[in-house]
């Protein structure tokens, strides 16, 4: 009897063991003390890491809703890891955009964002936080110097090209005539619409116009009323959806619904206009201001802790059409 009541009595241990050993992490936070404590600590000692941080960001034109997103991303995630933010907008305005940085400099800031109105000008305001040892994050366009910035965060502007002229060649895979509405001073749109005509060279595809818009929109107009009036056009891809907006209105003055219009960008409004099915806006190369912010201030926080991150970063670009509008919805960026 002795030894089977020892016999037991270690049964019972060992299953003791074994079920303590095995618990999982379930039901509420107060079934499980030890994981809570642990992810709570590690998340107040980042917040404590930033405290006290005040982060400058830099706006070329706030009335740009893209740049909205884009600072409404970075401002969310900076706050979140309890650093502070001081936001200022260019207005378009080179020369006033480095007065701004000169200001953020006198206010102390421990690092600026920076998406400059002119890659170029901006250099002696870069030379200034350089001068006054703060680190700058370029964002989405890139600084002539980048010498100057610890860190770049772009969209694969390529790409965003690129997927329109590979859907462009499914729809018309003997080729056809298209038009190209482009501004050839801007570097990103001139990745865009190189990615474009690269997915779509040796295709049959023939080039009846380029039109220039170099910052004057009404010249789509003009541009455009003449090549629809020379003969037949298929598509008509735009460096931007500012542009593809503008090409939207004339067709819809001239009753031509039958040409495609790609863009890049993937603005609400662009979104609603692919989601309409009387519309010839066919698809756009979809930007992420949203993620690129996040991706934004994750590098930024890397850079004022020591820590490891990349030089170069280029935020994903995808292809949104009919086929998958539902997934992204018409009410805002992605």
Do not use: H
């Not at 379930?26 to 079934?31: L, Q, R």
């Not at 009404?218 to 891809?237: K, R």
């Not at 863009?263 to 010839?280: C, E, R």
Request: hydrophobic share 40%; net charge negative; charged share 25%.
């Amino acid at each position: 009897m002795k030894k089977k009541s020892m016999f037991f009595l270690l049964l019972a241990v060992f299953a003791a063991v074994f079920i303590s050993g095995c618990k999982q992490n379930v039901g509420t936070p107060e079934d499980n003390p030890v994981s809570e404590e642990t992810e709570d600590e590690g998340e107040t000692e980042d917040r404590l890491t930033q405290e006290g941080r005040v982060f400058g960001i830099s706006m070329p034109d706030l009335s740009v809703p893209y740049y909205q997103v884009l600072r409404d991303s970075v401002k969310s995630a900076v706050e979140e890891e309890g650093g502070q933010v001081s936001v200022k907008d260019a207005g378009g305005d080179p020369v006033q955009q480095n007065t701004q940085i000169q200001e953020l400099i006198d206010e102390g800031v421990d690092l600026v964002f920076v998406c400059p109105a002119d890659p170029s000008e901006i250099t002696s305001a870069l030379e200034a936080l350089d001068g006054a040892d703060i680190p700058v994050v370029n964002l989405s366009t890139r600084v002539e110097n980048t010498d100057l910035v610890e860190a770049y965060i772009g969209a694969d502007d390529y790409n965003a090209g690129k997927v329109c002229g590979d859907d462009l060649k499914l729809k018309f895979p003997d080729g056809g005539k298209i038009a190209i509405v482009e501004s050839p001073s801007v570097d990103l749109v001139n990745e865009r619409i190189t990615g474009f005509e690269e997915a779509v060279s040796n295709s049959g595809f023939e080039v009846a116009a380029r039109i220039d818009v170099e910052g004057d929109m009404s010249v789509i107009e003009s541009g455009l009323a003449q090549v629809l009036a020379e003969g037949d056009l298929d598509a008509i891809m735009c460096g931007d959806d500012k542009m593809a907006l503008e090409v939207l209105d004339v067709l819809e003055e001239t009753g031509r619904n039958d040409v495609l219009v790609y863009s890049v960008g993937g603005a609400p409004d662009i979104k609603a206009a692919i989601a309409d099915y009387s519309s010839p806006m066919e698809g756009t190369g979809a930007l992420s201001p949203i993620n690129m912010g996040k991706t934004a201030a994750k590098t930024a926080m890397a850079v004022l802790d020591g820590s490891v991150y990349e030089a170069e970063t280029y935020v994903e670009t995808f292809f949104i059409n009919r086929d998958n509008i539902d997934m992204y919805g018409t009410d805002g960026w992605q």
